[in-house]
């Protein structure tokens, strides 16, 4: 069974520090790495994708991904109370048919 | 939502009861997905969709079935709803497999009572 492991939080950070997100994956094949964002009560929205070893930058945003670690973290820098969602890390298996998503982090950005 | 409508946004249902959702896009989307999320369990895959006709199952797929008659419409079918699958169901599609990014549709909250 293919997992995806976030903890689930909640994440509390105060406006303007620096939220970090962190996310494993069991299934080593696995090339494709997305993060969603969902607020209460609505659905999924992507926010960023990784495929290569390393960060990639995206304004506030910065995903990371370690292959050899099986770990994808997701940075948001000057965090705002409006980023306060439930962040979803999600994994594409090895046959890249279908994503597997963890459960989810609760962010939490006080003012 | 990246052109994806679902309907019935709300339905509330009796046990035993056929229900049928469906998911319309106007990308021209080749790949389209059903999930429900419930708390504690995340998202999770029911069916997916890789092209008209064509479907395979997901994680849990066990009490329902899923049509695509055209490249638009992706039908999700509850043979005979159970409270267990009360939950809320999203539609996301993609443009490929599961290595491109997939975008939801607005979600359908069910109540099985």
């Known amino acids: 069974q293919k997992e995806v492991e976030q903890n689930s939080g909640p994440l509390s950070v105060p406006e303007g520090a620096i939220a970090s997100l962190n996310c494993t994956y069991s299934?080593?094949?696995?090339?494709?790495f997305f993060w969603y964002r969902q607020y209460s009560g609505k659905s999924p929205e992507l926010i960023m994708s990784?495929?290569?070893?390393g960060d990639k930058e995206d304004g506030r945003f910065t995903a990371q991904l370690n292959k050899a670690s099986q770990y994808v973290s997701l940075l948001i820098r000057d965090s705002q109370p409006s980023d306060s969602a439930t962040y979803l890390c999600?994994?594409?298996?090895?046959?890249?048919?279908?994503?597997?998503f963890g459960k989810g982090t609760m962010l939490l950005v006080s003012p | 939502d990246a052109g994806i409508t679902q309907s019935p946004r709300h339905k509330v249902t009796e046990t035993g009861t056929p229900v049928t959702l469906r998911c319309h896009q106007t990308?021209?989307?080749?790949?389209m997905y059903w999930y429900r999320q419930d708390p504690g369990h995340g998202l999770r895959l029911i069916h997916y969709?890789?092209?008209?006709?064509?479907?395979d199952k997901g994680e849990v797929s066990d009490g329902y079935s899923v049509s695509r008659s055209k490249t638009e419409d992706f039908l999700l079918t509850l043979e005979s709803a159970t409270s267990s699958q009360t939950s809320v169901y999203f539609c996301?599609?993609?443009?490929?497999?599961?290595?491109?990014?997939?975008?939801f549709g607005p979600g359908t909250r069910l109540t099985v009572t």
């Open positions: 996301a599609i993609s443009e490929s497999a599961g290595g491109a990014e997939q975008y």
């Open positions: 299934d080593r094949g696995s090339q494709s």
């Open positions: 990784i495929y290569s070893n």
């Open positions: 999600a994994a594409a298996d090895s046959g890249y048919s279908t994503l597997t």
């Open positions: 990308e021209n989307h080749r790949y």
């Open positions: 969709s890789y092209g008209v006709k064509d479907t």
